[in-house]
Each structure stands twice: as C-alpha cells, then as structure tokens.
C-alpha cells in the first residue's frame, strides 16, 4: 500500500521557518514529478511549488517564490518544503503529491497527482 506521509508542521512566528517532509512508502517515486499543495481554511487547495521528474526543474508560486525551496532525496523516498520568512498569510494545511504517471515531466494541476498525503497543517502568528 502507498502511502506519503508528512511532518514538520506547526505553529511559528511571522518571519520565522519550518521544513515540512513527506515520506513515502510502498514504493519509489524516483523519476516522478512531486508537488506541494497547501489550502487554507475556506479556500479552494493551491499550487505551492513543483519538482519536475528529472529532479532538477523547480517551480513556485508566485506567493511564495524566493522563501519556499522544494527538494527531494531519492535515497530516502522523501520529499521537503523549507518554508522561510512564513508571513500569516501562509497559514493552511500543506500537502505533498505526487504524480500520477511518470509520463507527467512536471505540472501545477491538482488532477496529475494521484498521491496525496494525508496533510499537514502550519499557523503562522502576526
């Protein structure tokens, strides 16, 4: 059975960071596109940042782009977020993806992913 499963969420000061983490298990997802998601409460899920297949494309939402780095050790199955200057606004709960196929080279459209982990929620106090 598959399953990603995160952790690193919280509770932390305007300015400050935390690196989320998604283990995954039940196989590799190495050669796969991943993605972090985040939805806060009220609003529709969202795009936070993408990591091609090949491991070396990133992409970021524009909210979030020069604070948030996506990354992925294939050694440990295991993706990251590192989330710096977290301002109130990225309050929600994050989610880690990952692709459906790996025909998919990298995509910020919820429907290509097809594992999802179970969410993990950060709180960012002013």
């Known amino acids: 059975q598959v399953q990603l499963v995160e952790s690193g969420g919280g509770l932390v000061q305007a300015g400050g960071s935390l690196r989320l983490s998604c283990a995954a298990s039940?196989?590799?997802?190495?050669?796969?596109?991943k993605a972090w998601f985040r939805q806060a409460p009220g609003k529709v899920r969202e795009f936070v940042a993408g990591?091609?297949?090949?491991?070396?494309?990133?992409d970021y939402a524009t909210s979030v782009k020069g604070r948030f780095t996506i990354s992925s050790d294939n050694a440990k199955n295991t993706m990251y977020l590192q989330m710096n200057s977290l301002k109130p606004e990225d309050t929600a709960v994050y989610y880690c993806?990952?692709?459906?196929?790996?025909?998919?080279?990298?995509?910020?459209?919820?429907?290509?992913?097809?594992?999802w982990g179970q969410g993990t929620p950060v709180t960012v106090s002013s």
């Open positions: 990591l091609g297949r090949s491991g070396s494309r990133t």
């Open positions: 039940g196989r590799t997802f190495s050669g796969y596109a």
């Open positions: 993806a990952v692709a459906r196929t790996d025909y998919t080279v990298y995509s910020r459209e919820f429907d290509d992913y097809g594992y």
